[in-house]
C-alpha cells in the first residue's frame, strides 16, 4: 500500500513554469514506476510523464516542455512543467504501480488527490 500527496499546482501565466511535487508514503518507493495524469473540465483523464528504471516517457503534447524526475531517498516524484500553455491547465495527478511503466489509466493502482494547474492566457 502507498501513499500518494500531490503539491505545487497553482495559477501561473502562459510562459510561466511550475513544478509539481508527489510524495509517497510506504518503504519500497525506488520499485514503482510512477506517472503523472491530468483531467481537464469536461475531459477525460491522459496521460502526462511516466518514470521507471526503464526510462522517462511523455505525451507528445508535453514533449520537451515538461520534465519528470525523481528522488528515491525523498520518496519524491516531480513533474518540471516549462512554457506552460492554457491547455495545460488541468487537475494533475500523481499515480504509482509495481507492474510495469505504462500510459494507460488502468496500469496504476495508486493515486494521489490531484492538484490544480491553472495557466491563464
Known amino acids: 500500500q502507498v501513499q500518494l500527496v500531490e503539491s505545487g499546482g497553482g495559477l501561473v501565466q502562459a510562459g510561466g513554469s511550475l513544478r509539481l511535487s508527489c510524495v509517497a508514503s510506504?518503504?519500497?518507493?525506488?520499485?514503482?514506476?510512477m506517472g503523472w495524469f491530468r483531467q481537464a473540465p469536461g475531459k477525460e483523464r491522459e496521460f502526462v510523464a511516466a518514470?521507471?528504471?526503464?526510462?522517462?516517457y511523455y505525451a507528445d503534447s508535453v514533449k520537451g516542455r515538461f520534465t519528470i524526475s525523481r528522488d528515491n531517498a525523498k520518496m519524491t516524484v516531480y513533474l518540471q512543467m516549462n512554457s506552460l500553455k492554457p491547455e495545460d491547465t488541468a487537475v494533475y495527478y500523481c499515480?504509482?504501480?509495481?507492474?510495469?511503466?505504462?500510459?494507460?489509466?488502468?496500469?496504476?493502482?495508486?493515486w494521489g488527490q490531484g492538484t490544480q494547474v491553472t495557466v491563464s492566457s
Open positions: 499515480a504509482a504501480t509495481l507492474g510495469i511503466v505504462s500510459q494507460a489509466i488502468k496500469g496504476y493502482d495508486y
Open positions: 510506504g518503504r519500497t518507493f525506488s520499485s514503482y514506476a
Open positions: 518514470i521507471s528504471w526503464r526510462g522517462k
